[in-house]
């Protein structure tokens, strides 16, 4: 058993009571490798912004659990090396799919887990949920539930049609698990492929799709329900079209991919959405920016050269959201 708090790992609940207060969201950003650790690292270092490291099913495969978690805690060290004093990082367990995977990773160091028993029931979801927040908060591990369920497909998440929050619920749910925090369906999802065609229209002027608006309406019944209390958006990628169009016109293939525009993120930022999930957006940072090394420079082998390209470009992104996007910049002085 091993304490976030001896790793400088913070939970969330300062964080996101403050980020409520002051009308901004903290970035979660997930990650699977050294690149992209160094490129989350480096754009909280820089703008100051607490974040929150994500580790996703897919990731726990791809790079193992106990890996990653060593990884965050170098991390809390790197980022002091790069001058940030008093680091906010927490590392987070994305879609806990089970009571032992949540459990295993509260005994690892993580400082806050997700239990996903959206697709459960409503008061099975309830008992798994109440469960995990029992044991996590032994140890002062904050804990994110899903109540509604999110379309589309990240790593191994998926679900065939999305159904939003229902409003009347969330009293009862909160109330009952002792949740921390809460993961709603207003109109995100997972991945790159948000939207079909059919669900879009199309901007005259560029011919490109415009996703359908998010479900506001769905968001301030909430709000108006739990007020102060800390909302989670999944699938909250805008897809960078710039990424999408210099992906396909080096080699690749993308048709049709759009996400939630920033505006909406941005916007939601400011209500009781506290932390926001990009993940996808960074995936297309990194494979526009290794096919732009592989196009312009065939003969490049070293892994270093379009790796650090990517790490760049990510870092970038990441900036860019924390900046212009979720407003979390200089809050974590
Ligand atoms: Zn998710």
Sequence with gaps: MVSYKDLGLVNTREMFAKAVAGGYAIPAFNFNNMEQLQAIIQASAETKSPVILQ??????????????????????????????????????????????????????????????????????????????????????????????????VEDEVSAAESHYTKPEEVIDFATRTGCDSLAISIGTSHGAYKFTREQCTVDPKTGRLVPPPLAFDVLHEIEKKLPGFPIVLHGSSSVPQEYVDEINALGGKLPDAVGIPEEQLREASKSAVCKINIDSDSRLAMTAAIRRVFHDKPGEFDPRKYLGPARDEMKKLYMHKIINVLGSDGKAE
């Design 55 to 152: 580790v996703s099913k897919g990731a726990r495969n791809y790079a193992n659990k106990t890996l990653l978690r060593y990884m965050a805690q170098g991390a809390v060290e790197y980022a002091k090396e790069l001058g940030w004093e008093n680091p906010q990082i927490v590392l987070h367990l994305d879609h806990g799919d089970s009571f032992e995977t949540c459990k295993s990773c509260v005994d690892l160091g993580f400082s806050s887990v997700m239990i996903d028993a959206s697709s459960l029931p409503y008061e099975e979801n309830i008992a798994l949920t109440k469960k995990v927040v029992d044991y996590a908060h032994q140890f002062d591990v904050t804990v994110e539930a899903e109540l509604g369920v999110l379309a589309g």
